[in-house]
């Protein structure tokens, strides 16, 4: 079946750096756009960034340019978030998703495959 898992979060300070891994299995990786999104205690799920079926376009939620990079390899079938500058507001369960759509989405409603979260927790 599809299946994504997410790895790389843990515990970090502010300033420091984390990345993040999505492993996907049981879908045509390179037919799918690939996204980042993060959920804080309390709050709605939000997009973080999205990336084309082939590396070559990237999409960020404007609070983050700059900050986060999102990046794949069609060839382990693994997307990856290379998050620095960490700042205490970054601390959420972050997931990967997969989508079908052609075009940059931040919506989390156009993305039907989820994966289980992993948590990121930068401290102060």
């Known amino acids: 079946q599809v299946q994504l898992v997410e790895s790389g979060g843990g515990l970090v300070q502010a300033g420091g750096s984390l990345r993040l891994s999505c492993a996907a299995s049981?879908?045509?990786?390179?037919?799918?756009?690939m996204g980042w999104f993060r959920q804080a205690p309390g709050k709605e799920r939000e997009f973080v960034a999205d990336i084309n079926w082939s590396g070559s376009n990237t999409f960020y939620a404007n609070s983050l340019k700059g900050r986060f990079t999102i990046s794949r390899d069609n060839a382990k079938n693994t997307v990856y978030l290379q998050m620095n500058s960490l700042k205490p507001e970054d601390t959420a369960v972050y997931y990967c998703?997969?989508?079908?759509?052609?075009?940059?989405?931040?919506?989390?409603?156009?993305?039907?495959?989820w994966g289980q979260g992993t948590q990121v927790t930068v401290s102060s």
């Open positions: 998703a997969a989508t079908t759509g052609p075009s940059p989405d931040a919506r989390v409603g156009s993305y039907h495959t």
């Open positions: 049981g879908l045509t990786f390179s037919s799918y756009r």
